[in-house]
């Protein structure tokens, strides 16, 4: 682990473009066709959860953004997208940026956030399969993964995901 060199801050205007060159190469192409970019579209990510990580010479090594989203009418944070410079990947970045994440949304008041990702991974964090959570298509059901903020914040809360605006 060498995350004790690696400084997380808020995402400004001018780290923008770099955080999508990032998600460009660590993605696969067409990465905006993936059907959580439908639920981003028209609709702001929360700044104070669009998280850059740099080195100590200010060198992007990950990144992650978060958006709104709606579920059975309450509200929800999707997390992601997050990605970490393959020169970069294994040393802690993606988990630092995850857990600053989630402690950032905690204390704003969010009460769950859900992802499309691997279960093996970010059930490390404490995300686990939300069985009655239906994403846009195509999304494999078994990636569709939440984490409660709050007590039983997931309890009940079933249905589409649909956009924050919808
Ligand atoms: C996934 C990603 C963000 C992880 O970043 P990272 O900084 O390397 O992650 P960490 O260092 O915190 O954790 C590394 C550990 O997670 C494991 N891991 C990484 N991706 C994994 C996955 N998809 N499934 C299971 N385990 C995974 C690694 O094997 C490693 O395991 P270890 O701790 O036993 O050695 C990074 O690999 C990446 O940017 N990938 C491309 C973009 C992507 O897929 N983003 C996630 C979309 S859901």
């Known amino acids: 682990m060498r995350t004790q060199e690696i400084v997380v801050t808020e995402e400004t205007l001018d780290d923008w473009w770099e955080v999508e060159m990032l998600y460009d190469l660590c993605f696969a192409p067409g990465r905006s066709a993936l059907s959580s970019y439908r639920l981003r579209e028209d609709v702001r990510p929360i700044a104070a959860l669009c998280l850059v990580a740099r080195d100590h010479d200010g060198v992007l090594a990950g990144a992650v953004r978060n958006w709104p989203v709606k579920v ?14 393959p020169t970069r990947q ?7 940026l995850m857990l ?26 404490g995300f686990f399969r939300l069985r009655d959570v239906k994403m846009p298509p195509p ?3 078994k990636r569709v993964l939440g984490l409660e903020l709050v007590d039983d914040a997931w309890d009940g809360v079933t249905g589409s995901v649909l956009r924050a605006i919808d």
């Open 100 to 125: 600053d994440c989630i402690g950032r949304a905690a204390a704003l008041g969010w009460e769950r956030i859900m992802l499309v990702g691997d279960a093996p991974y970010y059930g490390r964090f």
């Open 139 to 141: 999304t494999n059901p």
């Open 90 to 96: 294994g040393e802690g970045i993606a988990a630092l």
């Open 72 to 85: 059975g009418g309450k509200q929800a944070l999707l997390l992601g997208p997050i990605a970490v410079h």
